[in-house]
């Protein structure tokens, strides 16, 4: 389970509290530079928080925790930079989520694609990202297609 208690981190996001529970999906939205991507890369542990605080399945996200709880987590990016001589994996956004959902992580932090997807690609995402609830994972994602559990920055 990921919690977020009042957490603020610079301008953009202000007292933010959610919970994502085990087997749960939360889609983060908002306008381009509302916070959403930099929200999981606090999540991640990989920038500081100016407020509040971060746990998952009940401890506390710190600088010092980070890399532990990292290893308990899939993340997608939004961009993914491949050094030269390695173009030839397949990094496209569906490959990446796909491998994410089978690497039976308990927390997915999935970042919205860079370009405009298909309808079919997006279904594909929905499909995946379903398929790892129903394993138990947590879901936080930039998606606004989720509508059940839907944030807004």
């Known amino acids: 389970m990921l919690e977020l208690h009042n957490v603020t981190i610079g301008q953009r996001i ?3 509290s959610l919970t994502v ?3 749960q999906m939360v889609g983060l ?3 381009q530079g509302s916070g959403k991507t930099t929200l999981l890369r606090a999540v991640l ?3 500081p ?3 509040g605080h971060i746990s998952i399945d009940g401890e506390l996200l710190t600088p010092r925790s980070a890399p532990y709880f990292r290893r308990q987590m899939a993340y997608v990016p939004q961009h993914l930079s491949v050094p030269e001589g390695y173009n030839k994996l397949d990094t496209s ?6 491998k994410a959902v089978e690497s039976d992580k308990s927390l997915l932090i999935v970042d919205e694609p860079a370009q405009p997807v298909s309808e079919d690609d997006l279904q594909a995402i929905d499909r995946l990202l379903r398929q790892a609830t129903q394993r138990g994972a947590a879901v936080l994602a930039v998606n606004s297609r989720i509508l059940q559990n839907q944030v807004r920055l």
């Open 45 to 47: 542990g990989l920038i």
């Open 21 to 23: 529970a085990d087997g």
């Open 29 to 31: 939205s908002g306008s």
């Open 93 to 98: 956004y569906l490959s990446l989520l796909r």
């Open 49 to 51: 928080i100016d407020g």
């Open 14 to 16: 202000r007292s933010l």
